[in-house]
Nanobody, 118 residues
Framework: QVQLVESGGGLVQAGGSLRLSCAAS????????MGWYRQVSGKQRELVAT???????NYADSVKGRFTISRDNAKNTVNLEMKSLKPEDTAVYYC????????????WGQGTQVTVSS
């Protein structure tokens, strides 16, 4: 089992910045991707950004150039720096841990609300 605890959400004006953090604990593997997804009520959860253990990143087109994902393998943390926030970035953001060889080992945090006012 892997436990994920997110922090850093909140309310910000359009154009502002926020930093999300996620700490993983439990049966951590060195071959797991970590990332952030977001969900708006009534819509499907969507990818924001992911990062592999070696630091290879993948971003949704809608956040490229504005968001930066990073991870600290020694501390089992993943962060998401969000800049130039837009009202359409408003959502619940979820941290994800996914084993690269066994997709059954797929864990989610409880989610943190990000609200961007116009």
């Amino acid at each position: 089992q892997v436990q994920l605890v997110e922090s850093g959400g909140g309310l910000v004006q359009a154009g502002g910045s926020l930093r999300l953090s996620c700490a993983a604990s439990g049966s951590i593997s060195s071959i797991a991707s970590m990332g952030w997804y977001r969900q708006v009520s009534g819509k499907q959860r969507e990818l924001v950004a992911t990062i592999t253990p070696r630091g290879i990143t993948n971003y949704a087109d809608s956040v490229k150039g504005r968001f930066t994902i990073s991870r600290d393998n020694a501390k089992n943390t993943v962060n998401l720096e969000m800049k130039s926030l837009k009202p359409e970035d408003t959502a619940v953001y979820y941290c994800n841990y996914r084993h690269l060889l066994d997709r059954r080992l797929d864990y989610w945090g409880q989610g943190t609300q990000v609200t961007v006012s116009s």
